[in-house]
């Protein structure tokens, strides 16, 4: 399996997650430039989600969390950025969930992550 179908495997379980835990999916894989690319857009009650998602087969090379590096984070806060003002967004905040698969699956969500 390819790294682009990989991911998308990782979002799916995600956006399952996500659903059982009472958001709404509203968009995925959004495009703002070449190096911003916001993974989930949901609905949490009457916040608007933006979720990074990182996939890890295992943590034998780091865990998800540690792939998500502050240049990655400076990208999708811009994206997050174009949203909000494109949408008249004024409640929002920024999660990140991780997925390792093996030994067993494990999904760990935080939530309004900033570097700030």
Do not use: W
């Amino acid at each position: 399996m390819d790294n682009r179908k990989f991911g998308d495997c990782g979002e799916d379980l995600a956006c399952r997650y996500l659903i059982k835990n009472g958001y709404e999916i509203l968009e995925r894989n959004k495009h703002y430039s070449r190096f911003c690319e916001i993974d989930i857009i949901a609905k949490h009650k009457k916040t608007i989600v933006f979720v990074e998602v990182k996939t890890r087969k295992s943590n034998a090379y780091g865990t998800p969390m540690e792939a998500i590096t502050k240049t990655k984070f400076e990208n999708i806060y811009k994206g997050v950025q174009y949203y909000v003002s494109e949408n008249n967004v004024k409640d929002y905040r920024i999660d990140v969930v991780g997925i390792t698969l093996k030994p067993e699956l494990k999904i760990e969500h935080l939530k309004n992550v900033s570097l700030f």
